[in-house]
């Protein structure tokens, strides 16, 4: 008997289209006419090329994207962290400093790629060159690493080693100034994909996404029938002008500003600035007396009356008045049936028939003949929906 | 036989071929007919409007306590409970107000990306890599079990990223990676109806306000914001203008629009009845996904947190960012204004949780 593991889904890493973002502003401050200016500069012993300081990075950004510093500066902050930027004279602290610290640019080839994670086996090679440099300089968390990859990749040991050997010959053979340059662009690369303990490893995305959005979907036939009905169902729609649907919008959010505690502020004040839950307290779901604002937002349209506990409570008085109490109460069950157990759809909808809407029921109310005959049709198999029909028709009757 | 097959896997070839192109015809005319209407934009119709005040809002509360990321996080009506799910498998019922945690459970199973607080406040949503939708009982008892009392609604093929309770404690709405939504019975766990459309994974979703219509909205990977019939099941619209996956949708307080948060770092507001896009929030130096949205009690102002650790506010009518909210100290993964609107809270992977006024 063979188990199937559930495929979580293990293609393209999602929330990362970010990245091609950066490169772009890369490439740009990076450009010989509009980027900044690089120089050479002293780090240690070593006469590094194309250098730039924190400073320069952002004011470039500041200047580039029309934002405020702080903004800028969290944004710089975030390119070195990712390791599109990495410092030289604090590898270690990936961070962007509004001052004369030192930066240098990421090489393309160790940028982030969407695409795929960094590989275990250039991993091992790196981790296995430094240890050939010199013995004993690999950190606690790298030696971890470094004995479970030799489990792991076991069988590509060899292969490791005289990968290691090599790529450590050749740098020997290389100036200074270069080895020097390559090593720091190498170490940012792997802070970056194999973050110390302690360091927030910002290449993590969360779950892996099912299906992979580049794939070449091959729909089927019943596929594209169901887009093509839904296409004319969409064409023959109603739509409204814009100029009136967006004339909607604008007054729904200009009547309710007065309202919106974050903008209008609320009395006697909003309880998470001063804690004072007075605020709470006055406008309880069936509070004595409903303040004024509340009162206010019946007055908009019968669903913030009817949506509010108090306002409903106020509504069913008014329509007691008037003997005609029931419609509310009919409008209270239908939402108990569509919203309520489901198991005892039959019995509540036999019950509301029996109250509501039988010839001389106790509480009958007034529908019109089709839809009293729609009803009672649909009752003999009932089902949460049956009595929209009816309620839609009670509950404009209501409005009125 | 061989020559038979042979005709009839052209004729098929032919027919879907047919059918595709009769599909993308039928999108220009639709587009088309929803261009006829459009006679101005969102931000004219808004010059009248008169321009927002300085805006101020401040972190109030910090709460700390889960060990691990947190990915979700809904209100309870009460205004000042909260619930909130984490990578650890961690779900945490506060009193936001005075910070103190009130329940706790843990999962069975790690990434719990959804919760949901029920209209009774009595009891809670959960889940995530398990692929359902549980339900949690809250009670006061001194020594509570909370997992004792567990019940499974729903069971998807895939992870749950979404779930909302309907109007009452008795119906979930579930969005899963497996690229459908549903709707469950909470009490017998039956599968009341099913969503099927999206062509990917369902991230996000969010029941329409109103009391007489039965509709929600939903966003997913395959760059699609779709609005669904309860009843029916059918998608009634759909809209289709990201440039990547929908992490948030959110309908305007009043029902007729909705606004969506994408990875391609911008947010958009979808007019329902003009049925169109008719806004697009974005900045060039806004360059981060854009995880979760929702709008202030009023339908002004429009809160997204983004995968850059920060909160922008935007004005929905005038299309101008009021106000960018630093605290976050990792991605802001969730985010719900209170159901008072006096204040809005964000959940972030720096493994807390924020209010904010």
């Given at each position: 008997?063979?188990?199937?593991?559930?495929?979580?889904?293990?293609?393209?890493?999602?929330?990362?289209?970010?990245?091609?973002?950066?490169?772009?502003?890369?490439?740009?401050?990076?450009?010989?006419?509009?980027?900044?200016?690089?120089?050479?500069?002293?780090?240690?012993?070593?006469?590094?090329?194309?250098?730039?300081?924190?400073?320069?990075?952002?004011?470039?950004?500041?200047?580039?994207?029309?934002?405020?510093?702080?903004?800028?500066?969290?944004?710089?902050?975030?390119?070195?962290?990712?390791?599109?930027?990495?410092?030289?004279?604090?590898?270690?602290?990936?961070?962007?400093?509004?001052?004369?610290?030192?930066?240098?640019?990421?090489?393309?080839?160790?940028?982030?790629?969407?695409?795929?994670?960094?590989?275990?086996?250039?991993?091992?090679?790196?981790?296995?060159?430094?240890?050939?440099?010199?013995?004993?300089?690999?950190?606690?968390?790298?030696?971890?690493?470094?004995?479970?990859?030799?489990?792991?990749?076991?069988?590509?040991?060899?292969?490791?080693?005289?990968?290691?050997?090599?790529?450590?010959?050749?740098?020997?053979?290389?100036?200074?100034?270069?080895?020097?340059?390559?090593?720091?662009?190498?170490r940012a690369y792997w802070l970056v994909n194999r973050t110390p303990p302690g360091m927030q490893d910002v290449l993590e995305y969360g779950v892996d996404r099912v299906t992979d959005p580049n794939e070449n979907k091959k729909n089927?036939?019943?596929?594209?029938?169901?887009?093509?009905?839904?296409?004319?169902?969409?064409?023959?729609?109603?739509?409204?002008?814009?100029?009136?649907?967006?004339?909607?919008?604008?007054?729904?959010?200009?009547?309710?500003?007065?309202?919106?505690?974050?903008?209008?502020?609320?009395?006697?004040?909003?309880?998470?600035?001063?804690?004072?839950?007075?605020?709470?307290?006055?406008?309880?779901?069936?509070?004595?007396?409903?303040?004024?604002?509340?009162?206010?937002?019946?007055?908009?349209?019968?669903?913030?009356?009817?949506?509010?506990?108090?306002?409903?409570?106020?509504?069913?008085?008014?329509?007691?008045?008037?003997?005609?109490?029931?419609?509310?109460?009919?409008?209270?069950?239908?939402?108990?049936?569509?919203?309520?157990?489901?198991?005892?759809?039959?019995?509540?909808?036999?019950?509301?028939?029996?109250?509501?809407?039988?010839?001389?029921?106790?509480?009958?109310?007034?529908?019109?003949?089709?839809?009293?005959?729609?009803?009672?049709?649909?009752?003999?198999?009932?089902?949460?929906?049956?009595?929209?029909?009816?309620?839609?028709?009670?509950?404009?009757?209501?409005?009125? | 036989?061989?020559?038979?097959?042979?005709?009839?896997?052209?004729?098929?070839?032919?027919?879907?071929?047919?059918?595709?192109?009769?599909?993308?015809?039928?999108?220009?005319?639709?587009?088309?007919?929803?261009?006829?209407?459009?006679?101005?934009?969102?931000?004219?119709?808004?010059?009248?409007?008169?321009?927002?005040?300085?805006?101020?809002?401040k972190t109030r509360r910090t709460l700390k306590g889960h060990g691990n990321k947190v990915l979700c996080m809904d209100w309870c009506k009460d205004k000042r409970r909260i619930v909130s799910s984490s990578q650890d498998g961690k779900?945490?019922?506060?009193?936001?107000?005075?910070?103190?945690?009130?329940?706790?459970?843990?999962?069975?199973?790690?990434?719990?990306?959804?919760?949901?607080?029920?209209?009774?406040?009595?009891?809670?949503?959960?889940?995530?890599?398990?692929?359902?939708?549980?339900?949690?009982?809250?009670?006061?008892?001194?020594?509570?079990?909370?997992?004792?009392?567990?019940?499974?609604?729903?069971?998807?093929?895939?992870?749950?990223?979404?779930?909302?309770?309907?109007?009452?404690?008795?119906?979930?709405?579930?969005?899963?990676?497996?690229?459908?939504?549903?709707?469950?019975?909470?009490?017998?766990?039956?599968?009341?109806?099913?969503?099927?459309?999206?062509?990917?994974?369902?991230?996000?979703?969010?029941?329409?306000?109103?009391?007489?219509?039965?509709?929600?909205?939903?966003?997913?990977?395959?760059?699609?914001?779709?609005?669904?019939?309860?009843?029916?099941?059918?998608?009634?619209?759909?809209?289709?203008?990201?440039?990547?996956?929908?992490?948030?949708?959110?309908?305007?307080?009043?029902?007729?629009?909705?606004?969506?948060?994408?990875?391609?770092?911008?947010?958009?507001?979808?007019?329902?009845?003009?049925?169109?896009?008719?806004?697009?929030?974005?900045?060039?130096?806004?360059?981060?996904?854009?995880?979760?949205?929702?709008?202030?009690?009023?339908?002004?102002?429009?809160?997204?947190?983004?995968?850059?650790?920060?909160?922008?506010?935007?004005?929905?009518?005038?299309?101008?960012?009021?106000?960018?909210?630093?605290?976050?100290?990792?991605?802001?993964?969730?985010?719900?204004?209170?159901?008072?609107?006096?204040?809005?809270?964000?959940?972030?992977?720096?493994?807390?949780?924020?209010?904010?006024?």
């Amino acid at each position: 008997m063979t188990v199937t593991r559930l495929d979580q889904g293990q293609r393209y890493r999602p929330r990362m289209a970010f990245l091609k973002k950066i490169e772009a502003l890369m490439m740009e401050m990076q450009s010989p006419d509009t980027g900044i200016k690089t120089q050479t500069q002293t780090v240690m012993v070593a006469s590094i090329p194309h250098a730039v300081t924190g400073n320069d990075i952002l004011q470039w950004i500041l200047q580039r994207l029309q934002i405020t510093s702080e903004e800028a500066l969290h944004l710089g902050d975030l390119f070195v962290k990712y390791g599109y930027i990495y410092p030289l004279q604090e590898p270690k602290n990936l961070t962007l400093k509004a001052d004369g610290s030192l930066y240098r640019f990421q090489t393309p080839y160790f940028w982030p790629v969407q695409g795929w994670a960094a590989d275990d086996t250039d991993y091992a090679i790196y981790l296995a060159k430094k240890n050939i440099k010199r013995k004993g300089i690999l950190e606690e968390y790298e030696k971890e690493h470094y004995n479970m990859l030799n489990q792991k990749i076991n069988y590509k040991w060899d292969f490791v080693i005289m990968q290691a050997k090599e790529q450590y010959k050749a740098g020997k053979e290389r100036k200074k100034e270069d080895r020097y340059a390559l090593d720091c662009q190498e170490r940012a690369y792997w802070l970056v994909n194999r973050t110390p303990p302690g360091m927030q490893d910002v290449l993590e995305y969360g779950v892996d996404r099912v299906t992979d959005p580049n794939e070449n979907k091959k729909n089927t036939m019943e596929a594209y029938r169901r887009e093509i009905m839904y296409y004319q169902q969409a064409i023959g729609k109603t739509r409204v002008k814009s100029s009136v649907s967006l004339g909607g919008l604008v007054k729904y959010s200009e009547q309710f500003l007065s309202n919106d505690p974050i903008l209008s502020g609320c009395l006697p004040s909003n309880p998470w600035i001063t804690d004072d839950p007075e605020f709470w307290d006055l406008n309880a779901k069936l509070v004595e007396v409903p303040t004024r604002m509340r009162v206010e937002r019946w007055a908009f349209n019968f669903s913030e009356l009817i949506r509010d506990p108090k306002g409903r409570q106020n509504f069913q008085l008014f329509l007691k008045k008037e003997f005609s109490g029931e419609n509310l109460s009919f409008w209270e069950a239908c939402e108990d049936l569509k919203y309520g157990d489901q198991s005892k759809v039959k019995e509540k909808a036999e019950e509301i028939y029996k109250l509501f809407l039988a010839p001389g029921a106790r509480r009958w109310i007034n529908i019109d003949g089709t839809t009293m005959g729609i009803t009672v049709k649909g009752l003999k198999h009932p089902h949460r929906y049956v009595l929209d029909a009816a309620q839609t028709h009670i509950y404009m009757l209501m409005k009125k | 036989m061989h020559s038979r097959m042979a005709t009839e896997g052209l004729r098929e070839n032919e027919t879907l071929a047919s059918l595709k192109s009769e599909a993308e015809s039928l999108k220009g005319k639709l587009e088309e007919e929803r261009a006829k209407l459009h006679d101005v934009e969102l931000h004219q119709v808004a010059e009248r409007v008169e321009a927002l005040g300085q805006f101020v809002m401040k972190t109030r509360r910090t709460l700390k306590g889960h060990g691990n990321k947190v990915l979700c996080m809904d209100w309870c009506k009460d205004k000042r409970r909260i619930v909130s799910s984490s990578q650890d498998g961690k779900v945490i019922v506060w009193d936001s107000f005075t910070t103190n945690k009130e329940h706790a459970v843990t999962m069975p199973c790690t990434w719990v990306m959804a919760c949901a607080y029920a209209p009774s406040g009595c009891a809670i949503a959960c889940g995530g890599l398990d692929n359902k939708c549980s339900v949690y009982p809250l009670t006061f008892e001194k020594n509570e079990n909370m997992a004792a009392k567990k019940k499974s609604v729903a069971m998807h093929t895939n992870y749950l990223s979404a779930c909302s309770f309907t109007n009452s404690d008795m119906q979930i709405l579930t969005a899963s990676g497996d690229g459908t939504c549903a709707l469950w019975d909470v009490e017998s766990g039956q599968l009341l109806q099913s969503f099927h459309g999206h062509g990917a994974d369902v991230l996000c979703l969010d029941l329409a306000p109103s009391e007489t219509g039965n509709t929600f909205v939903s966003g997913g990977c395959d760059k699609k914001a779709m609005v669904w019939d309860m009843r029916s099941g059918q998608c009634i619209q759909s809209f289709e203008t990201h440039d990547s996956d929908i992490n948030s949708v959110r309908y305007y307080p009043s029902g007729d629009a909705f606004a969506s948060g994408s990875d391609d770092a911008t947010c958009r507001l979808y007019d329902l009845r003009a049925d169109r896009e008719v806004a697009i929030y974005s900045k060039e130096s806004i360059i981060f996904g854009a995880s979760s949205v929702d709008f202030s009690l009023s339908g002004r102002l429009l809160f997204a947190g983004y995968n850059d650790y920060t909160i922008n506010v935007w004005d929905v009518l005038k299309g101008s960012r009021v106000s960018i909210l630093f605290g976050h100290e990792n991605r802001v993964s969730t985010l719900r204004v209170s159901p008072d609107g006096t204040a809005f809270c964000s959940g972030s992977w720096d493994h807390t949780l924020r209010i904010w006024a």
